[in-house]
């Protein structure tokens, strides 16, 4: 088990920057990957991006050089570094952790979100 608190949502004006964080209860080092979601009002859960335990990025083609995700392994933190903020950004994010169970199922840690509103 491990817990994810994300932090470092809010209120920023279109063009603005944030970043949000996502400590882990217990090391990061072990999952096979780590990422971001999000869920804007109405519209389903999307990937945003996430990084595998090589350090290997993958990002939803709307966010690609505006966004960057990156790990502490040391401080068992995930980052997610949001520049060009847009409108259509706002939404509740959420931190994932990601490994394949002994059945090589994949299985996920969500964390409980954070709110992201960007005004245009």
């Known amino acids: 088990q491990v817990q994810l608190v994300e932090s470092g949502g809010g209120l920023v004006q279109a063009g603005g920057s944030l970043r949000l964080s996502c400590a882990a209860s217990?090391?990061?080092?072990?999952?096979?990957?780590m990422g971001w979601y999000r869920q804007a009002p109405g519209k389903q859960r999307e990937l945003v991006a996430t990084?595998?335990?090589?350090?290997?990025?993958n990002y939803v083609d709307s966010v690609k050089g505006r966004f960057t995700i990156s790990r502490d392994n040391a401080k068992n933190t995930v980052y997610l570094q949001m520049n060009s903020l847009k409108p259509e950004d706002t939404a509740v994010y959420y931190c994932?952790?990601?490994?394949?169970?002994?059945?090589?199922?994949?299985?996920?840690?969500w964390g409980q979100g954070t709110q992201v509103t960007v005004s245009s």
């Open positions: 994932t952790a990601h490994w394949v169970d002994s059945n090589s199922y994949l299985q996920t840690y």
């Open positions: 217990n090391s990061i080092f072990r999952f096979n990957a």
């Open positions: 990084m595998s335990s090589g350090g290997s990025t």
